[in-house]
């Protein structure tokens, strides 16, 4: 497979599964709102923090107020991260590889971007429960297209490969930002506010059922282990690293337990650093400092992933050029 079609697969899957991400942060926020007092930045800014984006976000509109956050998470085309400009990309790296993906995926991820085009264009547009459903819901059925139509090989391994690092990097940020800015003081651990916020932080990874079927109580360190360390549950982190590690090496070939390239090395020491992890040592450390570190690996993991099967190669003593088409 060319290079090229691989980075659109890639990252078509990646902006798409932020897009979803993105609509999960706000959603969960307006019901978290009707459970706690007042509402200000306190509830609105930590969605900002999450997305990585808080300088741009402070340059242009300043208060993090509940408007002024939605706008820049939802329709703000400026901000790389916001929903319209996540669905704007993944079409267009869908668009560069129309040959190699189904009818079927097409024609849902361009009404998918057609939806939120008028959305953003209509200046009296609600950003309410019924659109950010919409928005997970379009993801959602465009990965059972995915998986219903596209074959086994080398490009749905890709497609895979970009959706579970992206999951596993947003997946960190709620658990880490969420929690960590808005629980007031520490006076409210174990109170009926912390519950609130360990049961919002659940609902935003679409966990809270899941989990009270294994746990039936909230509890801090049952959480963590179920979001962090579960291997069966989708969107918890360890899982997407143990699948992402899988497609990693269904697409080079190379057996477990050996590298062939930066990427199958770092990916496999963060496997390894998963499978033999507790959440003991994980909460001793603190939640705070193993999560801001895991988002470095996963950072570093992607720019193996481009260096190993992106970028461009020196040819016939030519200087090699930085390959990438569309950016994280």
Known sequence: ?????????????????????????????????????????????????????????????????????????????????????????????????????????????????????????????????????????????????????????????????????????????????????????????????DDILWAAVLRSMSALEMYRKRHHRIDPGHVVEFLVLDREFPRAIHHCVMMAEESLREISGTPAGTFHNRAEQRLGRLRAEFDYAQVEEILEGGLHEFLDGLQTKLNTLGEAVFESFFARRPVGGEAARGGGESAA
């Not at 060319?2 to 890639?10: D, G, I, T």
């Not at 990646?14 to 706000?26: D, G």
């Open 1 to 193: 497979m060319l290079s090229r079609v691989a980075e659109s697969l890639y990252w078509m899957s990646r902006y798409l599964e932020r897009a979803e991400n993105v609509a999960r942060f706000i959603d969960v926020n307006y019901h978290m709102c009707l459970d706690i007092p007042g509402e200000g930045p306190d509830q609105w800014k930590p969605l900002v923090d999450a997305s990585g984006d808080r300088e741009a976000f402070a340059e242009r509109y300043g208060e993090a107020t509940r408007e002024n956050v939605i706008r820049f998470l939802t329709f703000d085309t400026e901000n790389p991260n916001s929903v319209t400009s996540c669905v704007q990309v993944a079409r267009e790296n869908a668009r560069w590889i129309r040959q190699f993906i189904t009818l079927e995926m097409w024609e849902h991820l361009n009404r998918f971007y057609l939806m939120v085009g008028d959305a953003a264009r209509n200046p009296s547009a609600v950003v309410d429960h019924d659109f950010l459903n919409q928005v997970m819901t379009a993801n959602q059925l465009f990965l059972g297209i995915l998986d219903g139509t596209l074959s086994r090989g080398e490009g749905w391994h890709f497609c895979r490969l970009g959706r579970l690092l992206e999951r596993a990097d947003k997946s960190s940020r709620m658990l880490d930002v969420k929690y960590f800015h808005l629980l007031p003081t520490v006076e409210h651990v174990g109170t009926p506010y």
